[in-house]
């Protein structure tokens, strides 16, 4: 057992695998994922709650601000105060303003934010009203009352609990603040007037229930330090005397209440300086009280951030190594696998790409093989050992298969030129019995034997083709391009309907020249069978840039659709790659694009349906090159001048031929000469009979 796990070499591939898999999977994503992301995601929600603190924090000065100047105009100071802290207080505003522009904060605060902002845009306007203080002094606490509703809006949002009670605590203290502030500006207004009237007595009333309530509220949501803090600051000489201060003003009559005798009752036996001073001084009791809370909350909401950003950062550290330990181990086995699997693969590429290829080409080679260099017995020995019994198979497939070839080929080769051999003697005969045949009819019927003996040993090079043998016919010297192009057209059956063009002064070279007419023949032989008997099938030669010739095969038949174009283009071309012969429909495309290839000659045909088709054949410069001007050429090519083109259509077709007349004896004997010597240029000098 130990063994076997220490020769991991020879684990199956499911194993390994796992071996790769399971501990980056197991600890990455069991380890990992969930709780950096856990970690990422509360550290985000404390830097909101970070945003919304400084928020907070741009709030306090902006209600500080409204409540010094709902003093001042309490007091009844000089305009000059009240503009100064009124500059102070838009300043805080924009501050504000900027603060909540980087911070993205809830529907519910916007909503409160618009309507401060549309009660706050009348501070302008506010603070020329100084005539009637009381007024002025309730809109600014409505004001200071709106501010608060956002204080509170802002706390309520604090999801986390350590943060929450103390972002409510907060509140609460600035709450019980305005409580005393609010106290402060009402005595004040009273002072200023002599006494207070009944309504501002209710008011302060209704405030010191709701300083108690507030205070009950804040006890019971402060932490003991934070109780501590406010009992100590809330307490003391200053806030003794502002009770005792508050409580005479309460008792003392109001200016609305009838007087001793009908006279107005006294003034209100407080100073405007000792109220001022003890009330002004719990107000800084509490501003120490709200700084420390505001920056307990600040300094909690960045501890935790700081604890939950490590708690990531230790996350991924865990993480990073758990990759480097998995990476390490996928390194180690997945090298080997590689190795193994390169190892295979350029065996197997060697083999299918190299050895076999050159095995089918030559059909030769040996029947030992090497084997693939994977000794280990896991898959992958596995597989090289059965790709060695493949291998093996191939080699022996491949050698029968080659010597059937060559067998079928030999055939093949022997059956064509014992035919072959027939058929020149054949056409030596019909020779002597055309020079002493006097019969104009039996001399006709002569001429046709002739001509299907002809097609018969065109044939039988077509099946040499076709066995990848060699043709006897060969011309030893360069050929005139004309006689080229008549050659061919005296290879084909209907003969009489191809119409030859003087080529130009071109010659093409001698081993090149007969397999250029037998290509030609096939395409005029497909040219006069696929289109209508009374038409013509023209073939013309020019020469293009480069010196190319181009020849063109035209005939005027239905043409060709464009798909089945496509096809027949791709089979010339597959043709000259060593293509099958049973691709092919007819065994007339395999020989021209087998010819062709033979010789780097271009091959394609195009066609128009409807309007017939044009079969091209390039041939290089350097098999066709051009001679000299000539006076047989030139006296050609004066002829064709008068002529019609043979590339313009027809406007209708043509009649049929009419039946020819009986010919006498010496008319078809000079009709078969003529033809005869044309067809003696295009064969060569001498040939072989086998």
């Known amino acids: 057992m130990f063994t076997a796990l220490v020769n991991w070499r020879n684990w199956r591939l499911p194993v390994k695998l796992a071996a790769v898999l399971i501990v980056p999977v197991t600890i990455a994503v069991g380890a990992g994922v969930v709780q950096i992301q856990s970690h ?27 409540q010094a100047e709902r003093r001042i105009i309490a007091e009844g100071a000089d305009r000059q105060s009240l503009l100064d802290e009124g500059r102070r207080t838009d300043e805080a505003r924009k501050a504000l303003r900027e603060q909540i522009g980087k911070t993205s904060l809830s529907e519910v605060v916007h909503a409160r ?31 200071t009352e709106s501010l608060l509703d956002v204080d509170e809006v802002l706390a309520s949002e604090f999801g986390d609990a350590a943060l929450l009670r103390t972002a409510m605590g907060l509140h ?5 603040q305005e409580q005393v502030l609010y106290q402060q500006s009402v005595v004040l207004t009273g002072i200023s007037r002599g006494q207070l009237v009944q309504a501002e007595v209710r008011s302060l009333v209704e405030s010191n229930v709701k300083l108690s309530y507030i205070a009950g509220e804040f006890a019971a949501l402060a932490t003991p330090d934070q109780l501590k803090d406010y009992g100590t600051k809330f307490n003391g000489p200053d806030i003794e005397a502002q009770r ?40 800084t009791s509490l501003n120490s009280v709200v700084d420390g809370m505001q920056t307990d909350l600040r300094d909690t909401a960045n501890r935790l951030r700081d604890e939950t950003s490590d708690a990531a950062g230790a996350a991924a550290a865990i993480l990073f190594a758990s990759l ?3 990476a390490t181990v996928g390194f180690v086995v997945g090298r080997y696998l590689l190795r193994s699997l390169n190892t295979l693969r350029r065996s197997a590429l060697d083999v299918a790409w190299e050895k076999l290829p050159e095995m089918v080409a030559t059909g030769r080679g040996s029947t030992e093989i090497e084997a693939v260099p994977v000794t280990t017995t896991e898959e992958f020995g596995q597989v090289a050992r059965a790709f060695d019994e493949v291998h ?39 020779e002597e019995l055309e020079k002493y045949e006097e019969d104009p009819d039996q001399l006709a019927d002569l001429f046709k034997l002739d001509h299907l003996a002809t097609r018969m040993r065109r044939n039988n090079e077509n099946l040499m083709v076709l066995s990848g043998g060699e043709v006897a016919r060969r011309f030893h010297k360069p050929i005139p391009l004309t006689d080229v192009l008549r050659a061919a057209a005296a290879e084909i059956e209907q003969y009489q309907r191809v119409a030859v063009h ?27 069978a696929f289109s209508p008997p009374h038409t013509q099938v023209s073939i013309s030669a020019s020469i293009e840039a480069g010196g190319i010739v181009q020849i063109d095969v035209v005939d005027q038949g239905i043409g060709i659709d464009p798909e089945a174009l496509a ?60 001679r000299e001007q000539s006076w047989e050429s030139f006296r050609g090519e004066a002829i064709e001048r008068h002529q019609a083109s043979w590339f313009q259509e027809p406007t209708a077709a043509p009649k049929p031929p009419p039946a020819p007349a009986r010919q006498t004896p010496e008319s078809a004997r000079g009709f078969l000469n003529a033809f005869q010597s044309g067809v003696q240029r295009g064969l060569p000098d001498h040939q072989e009979s086998r």
């Open 40 to 66: 990422i995601e509360r550290a985000e929600s404390y830097a909101a709650l970070q945003r919304q603190v400084k928020v907070r924090s741009a709030l306090i000065p902006v209600i500080r601000g409204v």
């Open 113 to 143: 934010m618009d309507d401060v902002q549309g009660r706050i845009g009348d501070l302008t306007a506010l603070r020329e009203r100084t005539d009637d203080a009381p007024a002025t002094v309730r809109t600014y606490t409505e004001l």
């Open 172 to 176: 609460h203290v600035l709450h019980v």
């Open 244 to 283: 005792k201060m508050l409580a005479a003003a309460l008792l003392h009559p109001t200016a609305d209440a009838a007087g001793t005798g009908g006279r107005p009752p006294a003034k209100l036996p407080i100073s405007a300086a000792d109220w001022s001073k003890a009330s002004g001084a719990v107000a």
């Open 324 to 326: 480097i330990l998995a």
């Open 392 to 430: 093996q198979q191939a080699v022996k497939s491949v050698l029968e298969q080659a010597a059937m070839r060559a067998n079928m080929r030999n055939i093949f080769v022997n059956l064509s030129r014992r035919s072959q051999s027939l058929v020149e003697r054949q056409l030596k005969l019909m």
């Open 502 to 528: 003087t080529a130009p002064n071109a010659e093409v070279v001698g081993y090149v020249a007969s397999d250029l007419v037998r290509l030609l023949a096939e395409l005029l032989d497909n040219s006069t």
């Open 567 to 626: 096809v027949v283009n791709e089979r010339l071309a597959a043709a000259g790659e060593g293509a099958d012969v049973q691709v092919f429909r007819e065994m007339g495309l395999f020989v021209v694009g087998r010819l062709a290839a033979r010789h780097e000659i271009v091959v394609r045909l195009d066609a128009h349906q409807g309007k017939g088709t044009r079969a091209i054949v390039l041939v290089p410069a350097e098999l066709a090159p051009q």
